[in-house]
């Protein structure tokens, strides 16, 4: 069971950052976007200022874009063709530290795939005003300490782990992707995940490794963003979810599993317990997607990854609808740049002195 | 430990509903790029989508993990790595499923003149994943190569699921290479008839699966017998039950088996539809057991061009 938690902690959107970010000048209405883009996205779209602040496209709003440009706030992008349109990185280190995140990702350059990616996450986002949304690693171990008072061990939570021994790193909410949270008096969190890819090969991993919170939060929304061009992929994720929550393993399985998993690894393993259960009785029985993901979270966690998927509670809870998963079409073109989504690849053009701000 | 296996109820599995959600219901701001249709009718919106989209390929990829969008993505496949968007995918999973599809087949598939289909095809054989061989001299047809076949089966979804769609590579009977090339065409009208009905396709069992699966019944109690003469002792009566059993026709002390089976759910629940190949060579008592069989009869022409079905033979057939 959850505890009820202080509205301040509930989203990364808080008012004394916004406070901080209008005490360098700009209005309540521009910093409470502002501190948006900061925590979620690091990169927007002039139609999405518009959008959220409700101006139309005019002087206001270049007067802004201009402001942020020339202050040196942001960079304006113009990938491709002129006219396409732009889009302004915020990567100002003092507007970082204002928010108290002065080692936030989102001030580094990226590629274009991974900023039409953020613009997503932005849109999704600012779309649903229901839920508090935390952007942070730090507001979301916050917020979840605090609901579970501290009972929930870190293991539970997603992380990944970098290096050993005292030299090991945890990230937590490795993906980066925002949770919201509930505001007024409802116990729906949402989970958002963006598929940058028609195989739903990374959304298995990120169901096994939230499995374990998932099962100790009370109600719960996985919600899966698919931009337009990935519409016909929700199938596959639809048999992601199936496979990941609704055929818990059995405590056989897992042993299997892990014999298995040990043995593709290099490991020197006994025989199986199983005297039918050979390498290649494995390979072939666990060769499936599902266990290839199970592999790769196995890799980072061993066999405790595993147990996350074993019993009946996610099953349930999607039974009595306390778990839920539903998909979102992402609407927008976002600049036509929806391909290179799920793609490596780089900045390809800063806006060039004296262009007119207001054609972005 | 439990003592059964939460993967075999299959009502769990099936039961939960992920709806589709809209995005913009509460953000009332960004009127302008709103998609114009009502955000609530999104359901409507997939079913819609669902209708107009429909592509008779897709069962063959339901159980694949290969992209579905018009873009190309990379597919490894151990050392390969290939590029292959949903049309691809849908094509090699087809030509899998039958063994053998006639080019023609897809070319009429999307009502796209021949120059602008080609390439699709083309891609997939430079690729290394099918191949073409000629049909009668004047058209060709295209069958998976063993890479083809290998990317298939390295990329379900499930491979425990039994009920998975059979792949299959390269030309078996080269004798019978214009018969098995009429399997698709039939499949396409008896697939459009079925949707007509709401019929949801769920896989299509080719003739030598199902006699494969009768053949390893027959010789069940001879298997690992050093002793044994390699004929099996099922007796008559069996054998009629087990025919009973599959749903295929006994009669003339023989289980008569279709071209290929067509798997579908309907009303909730599961059916099948047989669907047998007759072409002028039928005659006689051959003939007579496909029409007591009972099987859907496809003859040459429809969809898939050629000469149209022979008169001659529909009366051999329910005389």
Redesign the interface.
Known sequence: MMKSVSIRLCQSVSPSRIGCLMRLGFTERQARFLVHVLVFSGVFLE?QY?????LAHGQKTHDFLARLVTAGYATPITPGALHRGRLFHVQYKPLYEAIGEPNNRHRKPASLGRFVERLMLL??V?????YGWLGTERDKRTYFHEAFERDLPDDWYPHLSFGSGAEQTTRFFPEKLPIGVPLHGDRRHVFLYLAT?????DFRVFLVRLADLLRSVDEWSV?V?LPR????????Y??A???AF???L???EIDELDWYFRSRRGELVCPSRDPDLDLTTAA??F????FEALYRVWHQRGVQALWALAG?TL?DQ??RGWG?????????QYLQLT?LVGKAGRVEKMLEPGDNLATA | MLDFDPRDRDEDVRDIEMPWVALRRDSGLDREEVDPRDPDDARDRDRDARERDVDPRDAFIDGLELPRGLEREIVVDGDHRYELNGDDSRSLATVGAFRVVPERDFRELRDEPSDLREPDLRHLRDEGLVRFVSLDGRDRAVTLTERGHHLLEAHRRDRSDEREQTFYAGVSRPRELSHDAQLYGAFLREEERLREQGADVRRVVLEQELKREYQEWLQEHNRGRADSDGRPDRDPREIEEWARDHDLPYFDESVHFPDFRIEYALDGRDRHQDVEIVTDHYRGAHAAGVARAGFKCYGRGGRGGGRGFDPRVAEELFR
Do not use: I, N, Q, S
């Not at chain 1, 600012?126 to 229901?130: S, V, Y």
């Open positions: 139609r518009r959008a959220f602040t409700g849109d999704a600012l779309a649903d005003r229901r890819r028609a195989v739903p090969t919600r963003l061009r990935f519409r016909k992929a929700a199938a596959l639809r048999y979810v199936r496979d609704m055929r818990p059995t405590p056989r072939r029985t060769g499936a997607a599902r009946g099953r999607l039974h839920r998963v539903e998909f979102a079409e992402l609407p927008h391909p």
